[in-house]
């Protein structure tokens, strides 16, 4: 099976750094070892043509399937943590080409840790017949979102997983298909981040760019679905869930040019025509991808149904949207409300959670609303906004955790202000 020819391949590449590092280019031992992993190559690629490898948090995903048996392989993050997160073989390689392959990974491995692994660096491997680097590799190298953590916490970045989601954003205009490994993996890795050191953080990443949008809230809204469902006690199979569907979630802005999603002024007629496609064609892209991903295209086609059946898509008949939808709806929108838009400055989370309390039963189910002003208001880290938090006051009553299977009494909105 092509799996297997794909853990003895990273084996033997593993087994060929390893002994590159302790042996000059003329050693037998080296010869011998970067010998066998390009003959594991040989032998992966006469099953697969063009294999590639993304290593994700603790995942390492060959294709769109990760590798159960490489969970929390070590090499996998001494790979992305040296700027080597995507591996693909687009063509044969010829035994030279794959010994300098070697060669570059292993400088980039000593070179970990020490800063001196570069922008240059990282598009250094996109040509030829093996092409590596951050993911996303076809599409360029992406600048790295750090999210800004309180005074005091462990500082760390959520630059793969942005990098990912920006592969992910790429497979879905290129091809039309959703990568739900690559999804998974970054939800999962999602999750370690929401519980740093024991607690539950919530590391939201700030907006650079208005081109970096769609990755950013992405992730963000993931993030604070996941921290939903965890405060009204949903199991942990609910909440990656719930994590997967908000990430995938706008997915239909693909389809809206850029110039509309960061257009400074009033949308003309046409333009916020072409926009309010986006849930549809969302929905579109999920199932056409995997019928079976029923609960994301759900979320897709209703994150901007309000609960008094305003927003969009415009329904012929009034029916209730999926519960899952209501708790990515309210996510949705604090985040938009939080984050600089072009057409505004963010709102202070104070400022976002009022105006959520505001239009709850109307634009939001009321329990799912309270559930998550109660977890903004509660978390003494949330958010990355420690100068607000003395002005939160104190949090309301959880809501109850409702089963994903079936549809609940409540609906969702749209963002406010312009999408």
């Not at 990273?10 to 060929?16: D, E, T, V």
């Not at 979630?249 to 040019?257: A, E, N, S």
Request: with cysteine.
């Amino acid at each position: 099976m092509t799996s297997t020819a794909a853990v003895r391949f990273l084996h033997a590449l593993s087994q060929a750094l390893a002994t590159s590092t302790l042996y000059g280019s003329a050693h037998p031992a080296r010869r011998r070892a970067v010998r066998a992993a390009y003959e594991s190559l040989r032998n992966l690629q006469s099953e697969q043509d063009t294999p590639s490898f993304s290593f994700i948090g603790r995942d390492v995903i060959c294709g769109y399937d990760a590798l159960r048996e490489l969970r929390d392989w070590d090499w996998g993050a001494r790979l992305a943590e040296a700027g080597v997160q995507r591996i693909e073989i687009v063509d044969d390689v010829q035994s030279e080409e794959f010994d300098a392959f070697v060669e570059q990974v292993r400088e980039r491995l000593a070179a970990r840790g020490t800063g001196t692994v570069t922008a240059d660096d990282a598009a250094a491997g996109r040509s030829g017949s093996i092409r590596f680097g951050v993911v996303g590799v076809q599409g360029g190298v992406a600048g790295g979102l750090n999210a800004a953590l309180p005074a005091g916490s462990a500082p760390f970045t959520l630059r793969e997983e942005s990098d990912a989601v920006r592969y992910i954003h790429a497979e879905v205009a290129d091809r039309g298909t959703v990568p739900m490994a690559e999804a998974e993996a970054v939800v999962r890795s999602l999750s370690v981040a929401l519980h740093t050191d024991g607690r539950l953080l919530l590391p939201l990443l700030r907006l650079k760019t208005f081109d970096q949008y769609t990755t950013t809230h992405s992730i963000n809204v993931a993030i604070l679905t996941m921290a939903l469902a965890e405060g009204v006690g949903h199991s942990p199979r609910d909440i990656r869930a719930l994590g997967v569907a908000g990430l995938l979630h706008d997915l239909g802005k693909v389809r809206v040019p850029l110039e509309i999603l960061t257009k400074p002024g009033s949308l003309s007629p046409e333009e916020r025509e072409l926009l309010e496609r986006h849930p549809a064609d969302g929905a579109r892209i999920i199932l056409n991808s995997d019928s079976a991903l029923t609960l994301p295209a759900a979320v897709a086609f209703e994150h901007h149904v309000m609960i008094d059946g305003g927003g969009y898509p415009r329904r012929h008949f009034a029916r209730d949207c999926h519960y899952a939808s209501t708790m990515v709806h309210v996510c949705d929108v604090f985040d938009a409300l939080h984050t600089d838009r072009p057409y505004r400055a963010a709102w202070p989370a104070v400022k976002a959670l009022h105006y959520i309390e505001r239009r709850a039963a109307r634009e939001f189910d009321p329990t799912i609303a309270a559930a998550f002003i109660a977890m903004v208001r509660k978390s003494e880290q949330g958010l990355c906004l420690v100068e607000e938090q003395a002005a939160i006051a104190a949090p309301a009553r959880p809501a109850e955790p409702v089963p994903l299977g079936a549809p609940a009494g409540a609906a969702v909105g749209p963002e406010e202000g312009g999408e």
